[in-house]
Nanobody, 122 residues
Framework: VKLVESGGGLVQAAGSLRLSCAAS????????MGWFRQAPGKEREFVAT????????KYADSVKGRFSMSRDNAKNTVYLQMNSLKPEDTAVYYC????????????????WGQGTQVTVSS
């Protein structure tokens, strides 16, 4: 099983980034997916989750209206479009896979990627 995040980088406040997470080694269509982030000295926190069909999404209040999660089951890939970025969005972003439905708790996910760094400068 492998989850590989990409698309992170350094961006100025109010800018945008699009993260991707390519999955392999499991039946992607059977899994809900999630994005989490972890800033230095802080616990890993929920960002967004999407059902296996892609028609059910949920977002953390801190990113609602700015971030959008989507998936392409034909490409075994999930995306996180991040707009209007703020310095407080700076963190390592992780994608995760869960065999059952969407969830907001990190401990409920089965597989994790290695993460991609997002840094937002003021």
């Amino acid at each position: 099983v492998k989850l590989v995040e990409s698309g992170g980088g350094l961006v100025q406040a109010a800018g945008s980034l699009r993260l991707s997470c390519a999955a392999s080694g499991f039946i992607f269509d059977d899994y809900a997916m999630g994005w989490f982030r972890q800033a230095p000295g802080k616990e890993r926190e929920f960002v967004a989750t999407i059902s296996w069909t892609g028609d059910n999404t949920k977002y953390a209040d801190s990113v609602k209206g700015r971030f959008s999660m989507s998936r392409d089951n034909a490409k075994n890939t999930v995306y996180l479009q991040m707009n209007s970025l703020k310095p407080e969005d700076t963190a390592v972003y992780y994608c995760a896979a869960r065999r059952v439905g969407p969830a907001t708790m990190p401990g409920r996910y089965d597989y994790w990627g290695q993460g991609t760094q997002v840094t937002v400068s003021s």
